[in-house]
């Protein structure tokens, strides 16, 4: 049995805007040391004097108070005060998940349809991928998940584009940002994404580890061979989902960008070899329906045991403070321009 605990009470998606406290109280300072000029000032203290009270400082102060205090609300607000019970999960099977994408030049070919329209297959990749994703929360309302998953994207070069995480709308930003790769890193090397994915997992103390590799490709770039790598993931432990995606048509197709360029053949063997060898599966998909579908088999070959009495809660709680930065504002313009400022 897993158990992971974390902790109760507010903190902060981006802690990093607080820094831009340091200007607000920079402008702060410079604001009550500056002197009023050009003004006509007339009153009688014949009333305040019996009081013993001089308000001229103090009233003066208010303003710039009070935009103090609604740049504080509105740095609070862009930190993402969150409030939440993120409460300890006992998982009978942890899984750590790390996601390959190919992005190279010929994903950009348009041969899946999605919902009528003509789409490319990195497009379709993506929205799959983000299907996958959701369907690991208990919930769908839920921001975190059961397992980590990671992303690693892969052309010529292979890189780690989100790490291991169970904050998945962190997770889904990154699909959602996913582009081509540009065509210096142009290519499609399956060896270093999965080499990438091994590393990456070598630190996780997960019971059950998985790399689920698309791509549309042969090996033809990377200082490492695919077989090498799957040898890797087989000392390792780490079972190896493969899915060849595209039509099996050969010929010409048009990308994206207009381009006609030569459908490259999968290299099936090599993509069912490495999946047979470390424990996973080979999925091929002509069409949009075949890809969901290999990602709704992987995602219930590997379902996670959980304890249904833990769960998680989670609230987001910025727009109190927008509100109250706003009449904060409001006031401060008001007491600026209407009670306290200086006659001309």
Excluded at 182 to 206: C, F, H, N, V, Y
Excluded at 309 to 329: R, S, W
Aim: charged share 20%; with cysteine; hydrophobic share 40%.
């Amino acid at each position: 049995m897993y158990s992971y605990f974390q902790n109760k009470g507010i903190f902060f998606t981006y802690p990093y805007f607080f820094l831009l406290l340091i200007p607000v109280f920079i402008l702060f300072a410079l604001e009550i040391k500056r002197k009023s000029t050009a003004s006509i000032l007339f009153s009688s203290n014949s009333l305040l004097s019996k009081w013993g009270m001089d308000t001229t400082h103090w009233r003066r102060l208010i303003g710039p108070l009070l935009f103090l205090l609604a740049s504080i609300c509105f740095v609070i607000a862009l930190a993402g005060p969150t409030y939440g019970v993120k409460l300890n999960k006992n998982r009978a099977n942890v899984i750590d998940i790390m996601l390959c994408l190919d992005i190279s030049g010929s994903m950009s070919q348009q041969d899946y349809m999605l919902g009528g329209i003509p789409r490319d297959r990195l497009y379709v990749a993506k929205k799959s991928a983000i299907h996958f994703v959701e369907h690991r929360k208990e919930n769908k309302t839920d921001r975190f998940g059961l397992d980590r998953i990671g992303l690693i994207l892969y052309a010529g070069v292979a890189w780690t584009r989100c790490p291991l995480t169970l904050d998945y709308e962190v997770l889904l930003q990154a699909l959602n940002k996913v582009e081509f790769a540009p065509q210096e890193k142009d290519g499609t090397a399956i060896g270093s994404a999965l080499g990438l994915a091994i590393r990456r997992l070598s630190q996780s103390e997960a019971k059950s580890k998985v790399i689920i590799l698309l791509t549309d490709g042969i090996n033809n770039r990377g200082e490492i061979t695919p077989k090498e790598a799957k040898e890797l993931a087989k000392e390792m432990g780490i079972k190896v989902y493969t899915i060849g995606a595209g039509t099996a048509e050969t010929g010409y197709s048009i990308t994206t960008t207009g381009q006609m360029i030569r459908n490259q053949p999968i290299d099936e063997d090599l993509l069912r070899e490495i999946a047979e060898e470390t424990g996973g599966k080979y999925f091929r998909a002509t069409d949009t329906e075949g890809l969901m579908k290999a990602y709704d088999e992987i995602s219930q070959m590997e379902a996670t045991e959980v304890n249904v009495n833990d769960f998680y809660e989670y609230k987001e709680n910025f727009l109190p403070f927008v509100i109250i930065g706003a009449l904060l504002m409001i006031a401060s313009t008001y007491s600026r321009r209407i009670l306290w400022d200086p006659l001309p």
